[in-house]
């Protein structure tokens, strides 16, 4: 499974992006996809993901009622809508695949980072 994401960018505090993940490979659409995230100096960490289906979301307590995640499976891509943006969501922002969990231990597959800087 092959996977780019893409819609990182610049935002003012309060701003908003939506971060697009495309998935590409046999059965991409059946993988559990996942949004993570890294800043400079700290560990790389889970924010959201969501099932094949496309239900029960998870998210970190950090974006829970800011953050979005959702699936469209017909255009095998992974959407994260950011809203509320603060200088604390700066970061690198990786969409993962994971062929059965959801969650902070995911990740069978990994893309590239997106950029994300949110200027206060």
């Known amino acids: 499974v092959q996977l780019q994401a893409s819609g990182g960018g610049l935002v003012q505090t309060g701003g908003s992006l939506r971060l697009s993940c495309a998935a590409s490979?046999?059965?991409?659409?059946?993988?559990?996809m996942g949004w993570f995230r890294q800043a400079p100096g700290k560990e790389r960490e889970f924010v959201a993901g969501?099932?094949?289906?496309?239900?029960?979301?998870r998210y970190a307590d950090a974006v829970k009622g800011r953050f979005t995640i959702s699936r469209d499976n017909f255009k095998n891509t992974v959407y994260l809508q950011m809203r509320s943006l603060t200088p604390e969501d700066t970061a690198v922002y990786y969409c993962?695949?994971?062929?059965?969990?959801?969650?902070?231990?995911?990740?069978?597959?990994w893309g590239q980072g997106t950029q994300v800087t949110v200027s206060s």
């Open positions: 993962a695949a994971d062929t059965h969990w959801v969650g902070p231990t995911m990740g069978d597959y």
């Open positions: 490979g046999r059965s991409s659409n059946s993988y559990a």
């Open positions: 969501i099932n094949w289906t496309g239900n029960s979301p």
